[in-house]
């Protein structure tokens, strides 16, 4: 699930880049005296292709544009987000001016030797595996092909169960891929290895697969989703095809035929309602007084439904602390993004409430800061009572055992996904 309280987004404009200063720059932008951001660019000495990295953010080599290389000195940029630095070197540090929009401070960039997503992740399946793998591939909706691993255990479970695996918002890879974390690979292996097969598959536009990206929302991908679906049903001996969705890919599994759903933190609230949580969660756990976050939270909740920032903030006090804030709305307002126009809108009420006629297993993080338990727990029991919903103690958005719950912690994290959680999966599945 996207994280909307972020200045730095988009996509970014490749160019090649000088060798003058070069290696990996790394730095804290701070935002507000309660958030900040880990920014890192990456300037080859071989002078190829300068790349940017928000780590908590877990955008990792998007390019750059390099507008002046000299001597001690840089300039790179992404026209299409506005993004701009320039520095210069000084006592070993890379210091300069960082401006997007109407955000401008002054960053120190260090240098250093290697990014957070190259820490090591013991649960990555590693070979040789005790399953087959397949790729394949098939036609989604629209004018999408789709390519995805299908994983098929040496010894299936009666009934032959598989599962699609449905990621989250975004474009994401098969593996559903974020800060070196590869969750969708480990669940995968964890349920081959139990008798269960899986696809998991590129979203439209990532890896090998094609198709329109500008105009996709949630609809399109629950299309893309339901060819899934269908493909397994007629190129596979399973009896049970489910699915496991996690964040919005768990909505998207309500909204598909499957025999019985997984739902990894779920969003069960109406878009605009939960961003406006998400936000304020994030704004909490970064620091932010309670009394200002869920004033921002109000806020946003207003004008991403069609009142003016003036009007929206009309009753705050400008500060320090909360200046930073309206000139984030004043963005969020700007902005006009196919996906998240329909997103918001989109409340998932009438696909959980139709699923009482399926088996259902949903788990939340009860430190989770996106999609929160304590929003959308209750809602999920309620549309769907006979659902098995399981809130868990210290778990973050990715099913993590965490300290905060903040974005920030998910690179540092060596863990992809709590082994309690991929247990009670396979066991689950293997009762039905």
Sequence with gaps: MKAFISFIAGVLLSTGATAQVAGTWSGKLELTPQVSLELVINLPSDGSNATFDSPDQGAYGLPLEVEYNQNDS???ASPKIGFFFSGRIADGNLTGTFRQGMVTRQLTLTAKKETAHTADRPQTPRPPYPYT??????????NSHLCGTLTLPDDPA???????????????????TVMGHRPFAVISDYLARHGIASLRYDDRGTGSSTGDTDTLTTAGNIADARAAIQWLRSNTKSQRVGAIGHSEGGRIAFAIQSDFIV?????????????ADQNRAMLTVGGMPEEIARMYETALLKVVNGTSVDEAIASWNLTPVTRPLTDNLRKVAATRQPW???FMKD???????????LPVIAFYGNKDTQ?????????????????DIRVIDGLNHM??????GAVTEYAKISETIAPEVLEAIARWILGL
Excluded at 133 to 142: A, C, H, L, R
Excluded at 347 to 357: G, T, V, W, Y
Excluded at 371 to 387: D, E, F
Aim: glycine share 8%.
């Design 340 to 342: 998240l126009d329909y």
């Design 133 to 142: 793998t397949k790729d394949v591939e098939f036609d989604g909706s629209g």
């Design 158 to 176: 009666p009934g032959n169960p598989t599962v699609l695996m449905i990621s989250g918002s975004g474009l994401q890879d098969r593996d559903e």
């Design 263 to 275: 739902a990894i933190a779920a969003p069960a609230s109406r878009g605009d309602t939960l961003i």
């Design 399 to 404: 099913m993590q055992h965490c300290s905060t």
């Design 347 to 357: 409340d998932p009420a009438a696909d959980i409430a139709a699923s009482r006629d």
């Design 74 to 76: 840089i300039a790179v």
């Design 371 to 387: 999609v929160t338990a304590t929003l959308n727990a209750p809602r999920m029991s309620a549309l769907n009572p006979i659902a």
